[in-house]
């Protein structure tokens, strides 16, 4: 439990926690509370629509950590019913409903991946579906009665999607009236998500003010760009670096950053001081900074952080050695030759791929090699009966072993 005589004072505390955060509403509001109150409750809501925690969510999970050392309760919301509906969040159509199947499965590891960043021992983990699921047709109706079709055409996703007469579903604008009612059970006092969450927060306001309750505190943190430095970080794009990935998986992937992202990614998912920060980015303008050796720091840096420094410093010479030296690297994952029949077979067999038309493709590409040599014809066949370094890419490597060597 938090030392109680270390924690700041509201006006501390405060000043702290609006760091780094792009939008709050309201600071004063915050301070306010922390003196009047001393515990706040604190939600932040992610929904299933994916297996991964990835670093872009690490960005509010972390602020939510801070929140944790102030001691103050913290509460992550699955959002297990609003995944049904999809979050049309800056969507230019609508996002089809998951299944109940699905979202299990993409839930099945949350806890364990938000525990990377979240001390879930000073933390709540909830289910919005267990206030959601039983509510009436009455009582949707009550909800809906309190937003206008006004309100909802203000968001900028949905305006967008109107005026080019794109559909807009109606079951999208449930969504952020599910969302808005999240808070009103918990009795939020802070709600925390990415910037473009912000019309959703403030709504949720407006309804914690018609039952009577306190309006929470809306604070946004800046949604960091996936691995193209464009689009911002997803799990449907597969740009994203999950918090649970290997090591060399994650280094790898944050080395094929763009440069100008270097900075960007120093603040939202290495979390240096601002100082620290803009001294970076001054040193790659200048010149006195290499853009190569900064991705490496970099990359090591946010590894670290997920698993420990000496497997980022593994990961690191795994990436020398086989990236920029071309080299095969010594010690490889060895698994049992399956009764496979064609190279597609055997990149699924490894978990290269997820399907043979997956196979395929990585073939297509040309990043296909068997011991070395690029292989063009996913239907060649597998025949071999010495051992085989089968690899994808420069990252991804394994030595299969016929069946007869495991026995």
Not at 64 to 76: D, E, K, P, S
Not at 77 to 84: E, H, M, S, V
Request: glycine share 8%; aromatic share 6%; hydrophobic share 40%.
């Amino acid at each position: 439990m938090t030392n109680v005589t270390s924690i700041p004072s509201a006006r501390e505390q405060a000043e702290l926690l609006v760091a780094g955060c792009d939008h709050v509403e309201t600071r004063a509001e915050l301070e306010e509370r922390i003196a009047s109150k001393g515990r706040l409750t604190v939600k932040f809501g992610i929904d299933p629509t994916g297996p991964f925690v990835h670093l872009g969510h690490a960005v509010v999970l972390h602020k939510m950590q801070q929140f944790v050392a102030f001691g103050h309760r913290v509460i992550l919301l699955i959002g297990d019913f609003t995944a049904r509906i999809g979050d049309p969040t800056g969507r230019n159509d609508t996002r089809p409903p998951l299944t109940d199947q699905e979202i299990a499965h993409n839930m099945r590891d949350y806890r364990e991946q938000a525990g990377k960043v979240l001390d879930l021992g000073h933390s709540d983990v909830m289910r919005n579906s267990t206030w959601l699921a039983p509510l009436s047709l009455a009582d949707l109706i009550t909800l809906m009665s309190q937003t206008t079709v006004a309100q909802l055409l203000s968001r900028n996703d949905f305006a967008e999607r109107h005026r080019a007469g794109i559909p807009i579903a109606l079951h999208e604008f449930l969504y952020p009236v599910t969302q808005a009612y999240d808070s009103v059970v918990m009795q939020a006092d802070v709600e925390l998500g990415g910037s473009d969450q912000l019309f959703n927060f403030l709504l949720a306001r407006e309804y914690q003010a018609h039952a009577g309750q306190p309006r929470q505190i809306c604070m946004t943190t800046p949604i960091l760009e996936g691995l193209d430095g464009v689009a911002r970080m997803s799990k449907s794009r597969g740009n994203y670096v999950a918090l649970t990935e290997p090591a060399t998986e994650q280094f790898g992937k944050l080395m094929s950053l763009p440069d100008e992202m270097i900075p960007r990614y120093a603040e939202l998912a290495a979390f240096r001081p601002a100082a620290a920060v803009d001294a970076l980015r001054a040193g790659l303008r200048d010149g006195s900074v290499h853009p190569m050796e900064a991705k490496k720091d970099l990359a090591a840096e946010i590894v670290a952080l997920y698993h420990s420094r000496a497997e980022a410093e593994t990961a690191r010479e795994h990436f020398e050695a086989t990236v920029q030296r071309r080299e095969t690297p010594r010690e490889l994952r060895e698994i049992p030759a399956g009764d496979w029949r064609t190279i597609a077979d055997a990149l699924t067999g490894c978990g290269f791929a997820q399907s043979k038309r997956e196979a395929e493709r990585l073939v297509a590409g040309g990043g296909v090699k068997l011991d070395g040599v690029v292989v063009h014809d996913p239907k060649r066949p597998w025949d071999a009966r010495q051992p085989a370094v089968l690899s994808v890419g420069v990252r991804r490597f394994v030595r299969v072993l016929p069946r007869s060597e495991m026995a």
